[in-house]
């Protein structure tokens, strides 16, 4: 089984600030990684796909990038809807796949 | 638009059988397109992917929950379903259902999630 370890456990910024999240993969899964957030009360949402394209209506201050075992998501500048926990996915051997632990991106 | 909906009991006693039902609207379960999921995260912890099946009834599970998952698809009822069984308080957990779409994309669509508890 393929582990996803992602760094930090939580972050903690100012609105404004730019968040960098991590996952790494314990082999490579390609760029078969998507990123989802999830905020209290909700289920995930799906926000990033392919390790690097933004899904339906996410914004612009949301990147990913990477490929094969490090992978990176990037929040330009964090809004105040930004605060959630951030969870990544790897799916190379779909429909199988697996979550990493989360990130918390909490109000500093 | 596509909706999830989760349903069944909210409070399953341990050794007992977990049983929920997701049913789709907006959209056909039988597209070739998708597999369908459940998902399901512990009270302050992160999410679990438990398994998924194709509207023809093909699955894959967790190979950790293998051995007590069952899945199952209506399509007459644009259903899908999930039992585990032998349930212990580790089971207690939001339980979600999904749309799965592609290697490379994700779970697009989801259900709001349904807390079960094992207790006795």
């Known amino acids: 089984e393929i582990v996803l370890t992602q760094s930090p456990a939580t972050l903690s910024l100012s609105p404004g600030e730019r968040a960098t999240l991590s996952c790494r993969a314990s082999q490579s899964v390609s760029s078969y990684l998507a990123w989802y957030q999830q905020k209290p009360g909700q289920a995930p949402s799906l926000l990033i796909y392919?390790?690097?394209n933004r899904a339906t209506g996410i914004p612009a201050r949301f990147s990913g990038s990477g490929s094969g075992t490090d992978f990176t998501l990037t929040i330009s500048s964090l809004e105040p809807e930004d605060f959630a926990v951030y969870y990544c996915q790897q799916r190379s051997n779909w429909p199988r796949c697996t979550f990493g632990q989360g990130t918390k991106v909490e109000i500093k | 638009q596509l909706q999830l909906q989760e349903s069944g009991p909210g409070l399953v006693k341990p050794s007992e059988t977990l049983s929920l039902t997701c049913t789709v609207s907006?959209?056909?379960?039988?597209?070739?397109?998708?597999?369908w999921g459940w998902i399901r995260q512990p009270p302050g912890k992160g999410l679990e992917w438990i398994g998924s099946?194709?509207?023809?009834?093909?699955?894959y599970y967790n190979p950790s929950l293998r051995s007590r998952v069952t899945m199952s698809v209506d399509t007459s009822k644009n259903q899908f379903s999930l039992k585990l069984s032998s349930v212990t308080a580790a089971d207690t957990a939001v339980y979600y259902c999904a749309r799965d779409r592609d290697w490379n994309y994700g779970f697009d669509y989801w259900g709001q999630g349904t807390l079960v508890t094992v207790s006795s």
């Open positions: 392919d390790a690097s």
């Open positions: 907006g959209g056909s379960i039988s597209s070739s397109r998708y597999y």
């Open positions: 099946i194709y509207y023809s009834g093909i699955t």
